[in-house]
């Protein structure tokens, strides 16, 4: 059994800072692509940043360079770090992880910016 658990979320101001974490516990053999995914209310999941077991990074056009995705191999985890939030940025945010040839989800994070 594997799972995901996040940690990091809460209510910060605009133009704020937040560093949410995703780590992955069970019986893990591989991994592949990690993802952050949000969802605001009344809207669709969408992708926000995605980084590959080898390092390479691809975000969201909204993320406009504010957001740094990370991962650790060694300790099956990875993190997003969110600068100069804005309002916009409100959702609830998921991690996702390739692990044994499956998708596992975390339980997501709410992050709330204040205007």
């Known amino acids: 059994q594997v799972q995901l658990v996040e940690s990091g979320g809460g209510l910060v101001q605009a133009g704020g800072s937040l560093r949410l974490s995703c780590a992955a516990s069970g019986n893990i053999f591989s991994t592949s692509a990690m993802d952050w995914y949000r969802q605001a209310p009344g809207k669709q999941r969408e992708l926000v940043a995605t980084v590959t077991k080898g390092g390479s990074r691809r975000y969201a056009d909204f993320v406009k360079g504010r957001f740094t995705i990370s991962r650790d191999n060694a300790k099956n985890s990875m993190s997003l770090q969110m600068y100069s939030l804005e309002p916009e940025d409100t959702a609830v945010y998921y991690c996702?992880?390739?692990?044994?040839?499956?998708?596992?989800w975390g339980q997501g994070t709410q992050v709330t910016v204040s205007s």
């Open positions: 996702r992880m390739g692990i044994n040839l499956r998708d596992y």
